[in-house]
């Protein structure tokens, strides 16, 4: 199982600390080039900005409902292996990655770059796992999903509804929430879910309401 987190637009900026070293993070090999393009020409100057861990970086609500940081050590050992974290301007970073603050939206356009879902979508399908039997738990937003989908793996996309006068109807307000709180039951698990059945029913054990579909995992909150 990996699960793929969204950036949060709101972030710590780190006062103190080394660098962002492009040698040290997730698939270096693969997506560095990419990494220091961008870097150069968003802003030089972040390579020689204080960097943190993404996981202290990024601190929306999905984040603060996640709660990486007070995780028992199991769970955070999981954490490391199994969370990927999207980004416009890192590609994919785990929660350990240190790197600066930074401000790049999936939608902006730099000189020479064009849209970042195209400028990363070869390197990341290069860099990416992809093999049949997988299961990957997908809380990015449609922008970071247009960079990477996977053609063989299992991507099973976390949603959030309420029922409302017999109607079903998709919560956008809470839905960070909803992922962040589901992401921490998935790190907490006793057994690690692999297969999408075995999601939902963690899911379910933690107090969730879901419905499992061959594409989504829906939380139907009150």
Do not use: C, N
Not at 86 to 107: C, N, T
């Amino acid at each position: 199982m990996l699960i793929l987190l969204p950036p949060s637009e709101g972030k710590a900026e780190p006062e103190a600390g080394e660098p962002v070293d492009l040698d040290s993070l997730a698939f270096a090999a693969e997506l560095g080039e990419h990494r220091a393009t961008l870097l150069d020409r968003l802003d030089p100057d972040l390579r020689e900005a204080p960097a943190a861990p993404a996981a202290e970086v990024y601190t929306g609500v999905l984040y603060q409902r996640l709660g990486l940081s007070d995780l028992p050590a199991a769970a955070r050992r999981r954490a490391a292996k199994r969370v990927l974290i999207a980004s416009a301007l890192w590609g994919f970073v785990r929660p350990g990655d240190r790197i600066p603050h930074y401000r790049l939206p999936p939608l902006a356009k730099l000189d020479g770059v064009g849209p970042l879902s195209a400028w990363w979508r070869e390197a990341l399908r290069a860099a990416l796992p992809d093999e049949p039997g997988e299961t990957i738990v997908d809380m990015r937003s449609g922008a970071y999903v247009a960079a990477w989908k996977p053609r063989r793996t299992q991507l099973l996309a976390v949603r959030a509804f309420r029922d409302e006068d017999g109607e079903r109807k998709a919560v956008s307000h809470m839905a960070k929430a909803v992922r962040g709180e589901v992401a921490r039951a998935l790190l907490l698990a006793k057994s690690e879910p692999r297969s999408s059945e075995q999601v939902a029913a963690t899911a379910r054990d933690a107090g969730f309401e879901v419905e499992l579909t061959p594409s989504s995992l829906d939380v139907i909150v009150s």
